[in-house]
């Protein structure tokens, strides 16, 4: 994996059991299997609010050639909702310990959320998470970028493009200053419809993920030149360094 750089296809935003508005499939052999369908070489497991899952993921990706990044979708105190990219569960747990301090400590409502199941690599239950996690933290999204660069992650603004739970939406403008490594598209736009609408992201680097919560929304539009699958190689790709790129492939 070390050495040349080499090209590859991501999907950034994947959920799984765990988030409670994705469906039951999402478990994990299941979106390893339709990664490796869909010709990734990169997924980023972002349940919101919590990491609980990305350990399972992972261990189901050994002995492919599918790498898991360890992520979350926080959702800051203004409902903006931030990707948190980590390269080990470790790290990502040592993140969920600073938003669990920040989310409100209230029981989950399984009736009108749905239910989140912690499983195994197989998919398997173990427990549910009892936490109420669809909801916002009191973090910042300063606070946010900042907590996640201290243990070794990079954030990205998630879907900009839609009108809920989106930076731009919630704020109307990127906070200036704020170090974000991307922003990310939804898979229903593309960069040019985006940047024809928000012409102040231009020069930002953009990646398009699926946002998956069921198999079938997982997509393959990042294309990533880097030389390893760490969110190191996908920071120095998302500024273009040494050769490196993100490139949107239409569909
Ligand atoms: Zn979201
Ligand atoms: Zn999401």
């Known amino acids: 994996m070390s050495g040349g750089l080499r090209s590859v296809l991501v999907d950034l935003h994947v ?19 339709r990664a490796l369908e869909l010709g990734l070489s990169i997924i980023a497991v972002t349940d919101h ?6 350990a399972a993921v992972q261990r189901a990706a050994e002995g492919t050639n599918l790498a898991v990044l360890a992520g979350m979708e926080v959702q800051t105190r203004e409902d903006a909702h931030i990707l948190c990219l980590f390269d080990t569960a470790e790290q990502a747990l040592a993140w969920q310990g600073v938003v669990y301090a920040h989310l409100p400590d209230m029981p989950n409502n399984e009736e009108v959320f749905g239910a ?6 197989m998919g398997e239950f173990m427990h549910k998470n009892e936490r109420l996690l669809l909801t916002a933290t009191s973090l910042s999204p300063e606070q946010v970028v900042s907590g996640v660069r201290s243990l070794g992650g990079i954030a990205i603004a998630a879907h900009i493009d839609r009108q809920a739970f989106s930076l731009l939406m919630s704020l109307g403008f990127l906070p200036p200053g704020l170090q974000l490594s991307a922003v990310e598209i939804s898979r229903h736009t593309t960069p ?11 020069g930002m680097p953009i990646i398009a993920s699926g946002d998956a919560h069921r198999l079938a929304e997982m997509c393959a539009h990042t294309l990533v030149t880097l030389r390893s699958p760490s969110v190191r190689e996908l920071e120095l790709a998302l500024r273009g360094e040494g050769g490196r790129a993100v490139e949107y492939m239409p569909r």
């Open 49 to 54: 609010n919590t990491a609980d899952n990305v």
């Open 15 to 33: 959920h799984t059991v765990v988030s409670p508005c994705a469906e039951v499939e999402m478990i994990p052999p299941l979106i390893v299997r």
């Open 192 to 202: 040019e419809a985006v940047l024809a609408r928000y012409p102040s992201l231009r």
């Open 116 to 121: 989140q199941f912690v499983v195994d690599e």
